[in-house]
C-alpha cells in the first residue's frame, strides 16, 4: 500500500506565495514522475506541473513562470511552490504519483487534496 500525503494549502491573497508539499510512504521501490493536479469548483481536474524522476518538468500554460515543481528523490516527496497567485488558481491540488512498488506493481496513487483559496 502507498499512500501519499500532501500539506501546505490555505488561504492567500492575490500577489501572494504559498508552497505545497506531497510525500508517498509504503511499499516503494521507486517513485517515476510525479506532479500536481487542480480541481476547482464546477471544473474538471486539470494538470498543473509533473517532474519526472530526472527532474524533468511540465507546467501547464496558466501557471508557467509563476509556478515552480521540484522534487527530494530521496524523501520521495514533491513540491509546488506558487508564487503571484491569482483567484482563479483557487481549487483543490491534488498530488499524483507513478510509483513501483516492492511487488513490482507499478500504479498511480493520488493524494487526499489540499484547498487553496486566494482572495482577490
Known amino acids: 500500500q502507498v499512500q501519499l500525503v500532501e500539506s501546505g494549502g490555505g488561504l492567500v491573497q492575490a500577489g501572494g506565495s504559498l508552497g505545497l508539499s506531497c510525500q508517498a510512504s509504503?511499499?516503494?521501490?521507486?517513485?517515476?514522475?510525479m506532479g500536481w493536479y487542480r480541481q476547482a469548483p464546477g471544473k474538471q481536474r486539470e494538470l498543473v506541473a509533473a517532474i519526472t524522476r530526472g527532474a524533468m518538468t511540465n507546467y501547464a500554460d496558466s501557471v508557467k513562470g509563476r509556478f515552480t515543481v521540484s522534487r527530494d528523490n530521496a524523501k520521495n516527496t514533491v513540491y509546488l511552490q506558487m508564487n503571484s497567485l491569482k483567484p482563479e488558481d483557487t481549487a483543490v491540488y491534488y498530488c499524483?504519483?507513478?510509483?513501483?512498488?516492492?511487488?513490482?506493481?507499478?500504479?498511480?496513487?493520488w493524494g487526499k487534496g489540499t484547498l487553496v483559496t486566494v482572495s482577490s
Open positions: 509504503g511499499n516503494i521501490f521507486r517513485v517515476n514522475a
Open positions: 499524483n504519483a507513478g510509483v513501483t512498488t516492492g511487488n513490482s506493481y507499478t500504479m498511480d496513487y
